[in-house]
């Protein structure tokens, strides 16, 4: 059974775990020796893969099977492998396991397309942590796995390692063997010649062998030319110049890449593999082809070309069909296949439209459907061909000393490869050979790796544009001006990254009002622009131009920006109108309302120039503009140290804003501003001065446990809470003062932010405690756990005959109609035990220990499906405390906070998040260290290269 088990959800089959299984490939008949794998090691952890199949045929295989190949249509692991680095058939990521596509497609346990196993009707259970772990330890197996160590017995590869130093190996073998050594890219493969093809012309008076090279030409990268020649290609019409070669066996699996076609004039001109039962055209045939502006098609027929498949469209309407595009045509298991798609590295195959035969002859065709002749520039690949290998990189001789040698390969060549393949020979034979991932070392860069963040442009935020014009201009302006923005709110990741940050015809009209208040005050209060605007000349309005817009850029104006300003300046008769006009081209210059994280080109990454960078920090940490002793830092002509930074974040958190300004952050991961307009049943009379001060009290109580030095995620944590007579009742509290207070309320109730009002009112319905719904964003939010959207097709069921909803908690009546459906189990054995922690507090965030009047509430739960960590607790502080004391939500503050500050989304395993974590985790986990650990990062100071 377990042998016909397919890449369920794209696995592979049990036969991939063995290593015994003789080695069939070229080099081995090369070497003339009966090469075979090594024996598997005995002390590797045993995999269980019976229990991690049964999982995916109970799982998977009900919609998936027949879809995958079969693990053994290889007759090799080195042909698996090959058809893993050429032609993806597979869903096993040998470079990160952890992240192949298999895991990714399981639900709540994988990455953003999590979407799978959808449970059915046919299931008879729900997919569970455990079943993952089993098929995740299978899949990491194979993922890591190679081909097997080739040795003939006198020469073995004892240590073979490929890092961003470059490439190590130790050999043992006989004193005084000279070996040669060969290095291939296993991702490159060399180029099948056409020296096996002959020639041949179709034409109306029939068919003739012509010279190969009378129709084709080599060119020096293993390229060639093709031309095309052949007044019509249908029916019984095929005329053509093809490449022609017979077929043994059905030993075919070719791929053509057509490269370009010059010289096109009729629509269906066409170029491509034409394969036939035959050694002429009057049996089956099979034609795919790339054509002139018809896109990749299939032709077929029997003794004709008669019948016609459009495979993928050309998505140049009326142009001609791009190029690169790659053709396949294989012949598996009894069944030919063809596939082709554009600019890419795979075609997916499948059968022919009608006809199935075992192909005798392949041609390599070009027609151009009229009089003239095109001309194609093509690519061969044949997975049976012997010169259908690994491409040579380096080769050096070897000379073994006292039983070994030692080889070091610089990684200079190497820095771009992500496998190496390594051979060596004795002359003409084989001797040993080996293959090796590249696994960065801890202290490998991100820019080395290709993964420093993008460069972006980032607008202000509705709080940022009020800061900055306020610390450049003073608090002197009406509460009423600012712009709203109308952003909206991300309910899951962070609200000020870069991608959701936009300007609209709307909130532009918003900020044209808000530029011309600005200047109305600045005109009328501000003492530099004031004075300037009563003197006798206009000499001091390009100062204030200047003076003015270094600080709202950001950066010093150019000199071709101050002449622009000069020349507009010249046609304003006077200085009161000449600084309206500045000020408001300042204020609604993009310069203002985006912050540049473009940097310069310099060593294939986008440096930052310290004006950009002091504009990150100062953002970061205080939410504004950068002031003046930030600028002139980044006056200076040289980069920026990381220890003149240090010494800015010390200087700005001192800042009394610094508190502020973070409590913006936690705020605005705890979505807490929403409290002001979540709608909520009317007999809670939640009124607007309620929500205002709820929200205050959170903001309170934020701000001074930020200043107390607690550790970040201990921000969250406390018993005090800022209560007054107006909101009082929502804390089960009595007290008399208007002002909020600081009140120590009962632990053992309620403890931290994530037992405020503000927090448990935001994430609930209109009228009950909305388990759903705080489950999804306690995994999502605050322990970045990615959950797929809900199927579209699930309805309420009806709650069970002889329950009284009265007499029934929500959580269990939760349970009878909802979660317990074959399409909802495996996500809400998930979300439920996240929401049942918050089951203390109602829609408001009131306290109780029942509902309904009578029904006792249970807010218990285990929280084991998000890591190694279980989550255990009975009351609802409990949950709050675990939630706090977890390595994963203290993980998930760290990357959402990090995407605060470089305002991007990020990718649970991309290298500067890790590289933050791993620097934090050493650290004391205070406020401070989130920002002196930021301004370490690579791409603190550089992006990846613009496009």
Known sequence: MLSLLLYACGGVGIESASSDRQVNSSSSIASGNSIEGDAPDATAPTVDAVAALKIIEEHCTNCHFGLHKKWQEYDSDEAWRLAQA?????????????????????????????????????????????????????????????????????????????????????????????????????????????NAFSGIASRQSGVDFVGATDIATVLDDGTFLLAGEGIDFWQDSIFFNALAMPIEDGALDLTLDVLSVNGIEHDFAKVGLLVTDGDDLSGQMVFIHWSGRQGLAEDSGVGVLNGYRRIVANPVEGGVTPTPARLRVAYENDTLKIGGCYDCETPAVGLPKTLNFEPKQVYIVASSHTEGMIQARLGLMDAYSDEGKYAKIHEESVTCVDGTANVTIAASGLDDLERLHVEFYRGDSLVAASSVVKEFSEMASCELQDELLEPKLRRLSQTQIKNSIVDIFGDRFAADIWPDME?????????????RLNVNNLNMERLLETSKAVASTALASEPTVLACAQAANDACVLDVVQTYGKRLWRRPLSTAEVTEFTAALADIADNESQLEFAINALFMSANFLFRSEIGVLENNAQALTNYEIVSILSYAVLNTTPDDTLLALADKASPLTVQELQQQVTRLLDDDRASAAMMEVYKDYLKLDLVLSRP???????????????????????????????????????????????????????????????????????????????????????????????????????????LPDPPDDVMPVPVPDGIDVLLTSERNLLQMTHSAQAACISCHQVIDPAGFGFENFDSIGRYRTVEKDVVAIDASGVLDNVGEHVLMYSTSAEYSEALMASPQMSGCVSRRFLENFLGQDLERNACELEKYQHHLGEGDGSVSALLNTLIQLESFGKRKQGQ
């Open 86 to 194: 050429r032609s993806g058939e597979g869903y096993i990521n040998q470079l990160n396991p952890e992240n192949s596509l298999l895991l990714r497609r399981m639900k709540y346990y994988g990455g953003e397309d999590a979407d799978m196993p959808l449970d059915n009707a046919a299931q008879t259970k729900a997919f569970t942590r455990d079943d993952y772990n089993t098929v995740f330890a299978w899949v990491k197996s194979l993922g890591k796995k190679q081909p097997e160590v080739i040795t003939d017995g006198s020469v073995s590869i004892d240590h073979f390692s490929l890092n961003e130093n470059g490439a190590e190996l130790t050999l043992a073998c006989d004193s005084g063997d000279q070996l040669q050594l060969h290095l291939r890219n296993p991702a490159e493969i060399e180029l099948t010649t056409v």
């Open 487 to 499: 952003d909206g709110a991300k309910l899951i990741g962070m609200n000020n990254t870069a991608d």
């Open 680 to 786: 909520k049943d009317d007999s809670f009379n939640f009124t607007e001065t309620v929500r205002a001060d709820v929200l205050a009290s959170a903001e309170q109580m934020l701000i001074d446990n930020i200043a107390s030095g607690a550790s970040v995620v201990g921000v969250f944590g406390g018993s005090d809470y800022y209560l007054n007579s107006n909101i009082d009742y929502l804390f089960n509290a009595d007290v008399e003062y208007a002002a909020l207070a600081k009140t120590t309320l009962d632990a053992t109730e309620r403890s931290g932010v994530l037992n405020h009002p503000a927090f448990l009112s935001v994430h609930s319905t209109l009228a009950k405690s909305g388990i759903v719904k705080r489950g999804v964003f306690a995994l999502e939010q605050l322990l970045c756990q990615e």
